[in-house]
């Protein structure tokens, strides 16, 4: 019984620690797709509010990106790729 309770310690560990890894490497495609949609965006209607959110928002993904990588932190790099995608969607939602 011991044996399967450290088993199981362990598989959920290395789970936790590739999810990480995950995120940090998901946190650079995500900026890149959120600075292209809002480059699209800004040809259409560069005045817009709705760009300069989304370009704060590209902004904050960087920054906790880069907090995320110096602390080792998982959850920075989930905030980072969850308000890059939320600037892609903005953007996107002004360039139709």
Do not use: Y
Not at 6 to 22: D, Q, S, Y
Not at 33 to 54: Q, R, T
Not at 74 to 87: D, M, N, T, V
């Amino acid at each position: 019984m011991r044996r399967k309770v450290l088993g199981l310690l362990v598989g959920v560990g290395a789970v936790v620690v590739g999810a990480g890894g995950a995120w940090a490497f998901e946190c650079p495609a995500r900026i890149r797709e959120a600075n292209e949609a809002i480059s699209k965006a800004e040809a259409k209607a560069a005045n817009n509010p709705d760009v300069a959110l989304a370009k704060r928002w590209v902004s904050e993904a960087q920054k906790a990106h880069q907090d995320g990588a110096t602390t080792k932190s998982a959850a920075l790099h989930q905030e980072s790729a969850a308000k890059a995608k939320a600037a892609k969607l903005l953007a996107d939602s002004v360039a139709k």
